[in-house]
């Protein structure tokens, strides 16, 4: 059963409905209101098509429901499913700025304050050793050891570090801003970052594969194929033009009017 984005949309923001403030509903009308023999009005959502039965208004505001040059037809069809997938990526790409941002804070604090938090750390792991019955280690190098290594590592490499992770949290947000407003440039800018982050991907996963780390290259893979196949990348099908086309046909009036039931089948309820 194929998902329709329209009965998500209208689930979430309600049904685009126009006409229901009109006095008198006419012939033309006939793909947005509906008048049965009853006086009830039937009106056809702009988004999904579905016709909400509503008693005629007892105030009207207008004369007669809006033209189609009046009316702003909401997305709907790929450009509606496209929207939601593209803010699908930003949001993963929020919490990867999230996550990138906290940690490269916390690199840049400890590169600064660390002399000064040397010896409460080693009091810290120390404590904690000797709760857990001796050294953390399991055969290998102790919890004390790695804390020791990571007191050695050189300021300037540590500054470096937080740099590269803080300016990677920048790229991300920046991903995540276009492709919430489904700019074209930011598809290809998340194609080209996450492609080229996957090389270091499998090698984490080639030195000790994770639930995390398969699941983070699944979803990265799923990304670049999205969007290389669906939004026509780099002359994918088609490219740019078959793109902006296939847009085009589910954009705008021509879409409602197309998928909507001809004027000369009025049906009586």
Not at 226 to 235: E, P, T
């Amino acid at each position: 059963m194929r998902l329709r984005y329209e009965l998500l949309g209208c689930a979430l923001h309600g049904h685009a409905l126009v006409g229901t403030d009109a006095a008198t509903v006419r012939a033309q009308d006939a793909q947005l209101v509906r008048e049965d023999a009853d006086g009830l009005r039937w009106h056809r959502c702009l988004r999904c098509d579905a016709w909400e039965p509503r008693a005629a208004p007892t105030t009207p505001t207008r004369d007669t429901p809006p033209g189609p040059d009046e009316i702003e037809v909401p997305l709907r069809g790929r450009p509606l499913r496209d929207r939601y997938v593209l803010r699908l990526i930003a949001l993963d790409r929020t919490l990867h700025v999230v996550g990138l941002g906290l940690l490269g804070t916390a690199v840049l604090l400890f590169a600064a304050y660390r002399e000064s938090w040397g010896p409460t750390a080693g009091q810290i792991v120390g404590i904690l050793q000797a709760s857990l019955g001796g050294p953390v280690g399991h055969g290998g190098p102790t919890l004390l050891t790695e804390v020791e290594r990571a007191f050695a590592v050189p300021s300037a490499t540590l500054y470096w570090l937080a740099l590269a992770l803080l300016a990677y949290a920048a790229l991300e947000a920046v991903e995540a801003v276009g492709l919430w407003y489904a700019r074209r440039w930011a598809e290809y800018l998340t194609f080209v970052a996450t492609t080229v982050l996957l090389a270091p991907e499998l090698w984490e996963l080639s030195h000790g594969p994770t639930p995390t780390k398969i699941a983070a290259l699944v979803v990265n893979i799923a990304v670049i194929v999205y969007l290389l196949v669906a939004k026509r990348l780099f002359g994918v099908r088609g490219g740019g033009r078959a793109e902006e086309a296939e847009r085009a046909h589910d954009t705008g009036w021509p879409a409602v009017e197309r998928t909507g039931p001809g004027v000369d089948r009025l049906t009586s309820r």
